[in-house]
Nanobody, 124 residues
């Protein structure tokens, strides 16, 4: 089992950057494929990015590709989401999720563990 905790959210102006962190408990972090999702008010939770447990492959939603970068540091049991060129439509609660030894997935039901979320607000 793994517990996840996000940090790094906040208020930023459009065009700015933020880096979100997802700290995981447990000794088997390197066995988990990690994903980032977001949920805006009144909308369903949507996929943002994912990184394979091996770190060998990444996948992005079309809306963030080229602006966001997902990475992981297995020595620190932490996954990251670097967000650049932020837009107002990126405003949402961002969640990290973990999937044991699975391929990257865009589907929320494929992830076993979730963090509590961190708010990102982009102002114009």
């Amino acid at each position: 089992q793994v517990q996840l905790g996000e940090s790094g959210g906040g208020l930023v102006q459009a065009g700015g950057s933020l880096r979100l962190s997802c700290a995981a408990s447990g000794r088997t972090f390197s066995s988990y494929t990690m994903g980032w999702f977001r949920q805006a008010p009144g909308k369903e939770r949507e996929f943002v990015a994912a990184i394979h447990w091996s770190g060998g492959s990444t996948y992005y939603a079309d809306s963030v590709r080229g602006r966001f970068t997902i990475s992981r540091d297995n020595a620190k049991n932490t996954a990251y989401l670097q967000m650049n060129s932020l837009k107002r439509e990126d405003t949402a609660v961002y969640y990290c999720a973990a999937r044991l030894a699975g391929p990257v997935s865009m589907t929320t039901s494929q992830y076993n563990y979730w963090g509590q979320g961190t708010q990102v607000t982009v102002s114009s």
